[in-house]
């Protein structure tokens, strides 16, 4: 039992408390100021000998005085920055602990169908964490399993320290995309949770054509070449664009091999109407033949619009 009055009896708790002494700051840590100046006496004759001495000797006497609110002041940073960096720690090692390759798609997955029911118009929707009233909505069927998944991390990141639904669904994604080799992307935690679910029929249908998909994106406040980017987490998954649990760039090479044209074996199965979609809009290609050329490239534009994605609609707390 702790001062707290909590109990961390399992192991994985022990050493997530653990990490949180690690990034614990003291005043004792920080540096000593130490500051001379000229006695009080040589002041007052500079006073009347040198203005321009004196004036540096006011602001002298204002630094001195107000060290001790800059002591204070660095102090609560640290401490801010420290916490930050800490509950971060605590969230991702919780998350590593649940999530194995195999799990990886359906986690980043749910990440869009909470954060892609945003609207700029209504200013409705979000990363809000009210997927967990929605799951039983068609558009998230399968979504059960990964919530309650990240549910058993959240039950021990909880006992430390309370974390939002939204902050744990986007460290996991970006976990999910890391654990499968895509890019590492950092993750700001904060967010508040809705009390509410969503509006309905806010996430894109997969029958869309390319010019409807585009405008459904542009309402949420993403550009073409971020729908294509966002599209991208579709290389993770059964739909047949490469490896299910490798992040990488297959799904632009497999798009303009369009293999749902033969008829040979499984592959007409690959991809949604969507993905097929996007190949026959010249925007949407262009973006498509760069991301199969360069996987760097997808890489750092994944990594930014996922950022985007993942504060789209986002309430925050106040020291965020
Ligand atoms: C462009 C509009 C999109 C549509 C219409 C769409 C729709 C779908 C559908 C119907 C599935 C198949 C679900 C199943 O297997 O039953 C799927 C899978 C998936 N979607 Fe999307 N999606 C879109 C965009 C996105 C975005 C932006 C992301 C993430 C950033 C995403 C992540 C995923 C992942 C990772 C899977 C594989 C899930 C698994 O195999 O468990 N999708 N999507």
Not at 7 to 24: D, T, V
Not at 27 to 49: G, H, M, Q, W, Y
Not at 95 to 112: N, Q
Request: net charge neutral; hydrophobic share 40%.
């Amino acid at each position: 039992m702790t001062a707290t009055g909590v109990s961390y009896s399992s192991a994985s708790l022990s050493s997530a408390a653990a990490s949180r002494r690690i990034f614990k700051i003291t005043t004792k840590n920080l540096p000593v100021l130490s500051c001379r100046r000229k006695p009080i006496k040589d002041f007052s004759s500079a006073v009347e000998n040198d203005s321009k001495l004196a004036s540096f000797g006011r602001r002298g006497m204002l630094f001195v005085t107000a060290i001790p609110f800059f002591l204070n002041l660095h102090e609560s940073l640290v401490g801010l920055r420290a916490n930050a960096a800490e509950d971060y720690f605590l969230v991702k090692e919780e998350v590593k602990k649940v999530l194995s390759k195999g799990k990886a798609a359906g986690v980043l997955r749910l990440v869009f169908h909470d954060a892609g029911t945003f609207e700029i118009e209504e200013n409705s929707g979000g990363m809000n964490g009210s997927i967990v009233f929605e799951l039983d909505r068609p558009e998230n069927t399968g979504l059960k399993k990964p919530l309650k998944i990240l549910g058993k991390a959240k039950a021990e990141v909880d006992m430390i320290q309370p974390v939002s639904w939204a902050d744990m669904i986007a460290v996991a994604g970006a976990e999910a995309v890391s654990v499968c080799g895509g890019p590492i992307i950092p993750v700001q935690l904060g967010r508040i949770d809705s009390m509410f679910p969503d509006p309905e029929g806010k996430l894109p249908q997969e029958s869309l054509d390319a010019s409807s998909l585009k405008q459904c994106f542009q309402r949420k406040g993403f550009s073409t070449q971020e729908l294509v980017a966002l599209s991208g987490a579709h290389t993770l998954g059964s739909k047949g664009f490469g490896n299910p649990t490798v992040f990488d760039n297959s799904y632009f090479k497999i798009l303009l091999e369009k293999p749902w044209s033969s008829s040979a074996g499984m592959s007409s199965m690959v991809g949604l109407p969507t993905d097929r979609a996007l190949v026959e809009d010249d925007e949407c290609l262009r973006w498509i033949s760069m991301y199969a050329n360069d996987q760097d490239l997808f890489f750092q534009d994944f990594r930014n619009v996922y950022i985007k994605l993942v504060n789209t609609g986002a309430m925050w707390k106040p020291s965020s």
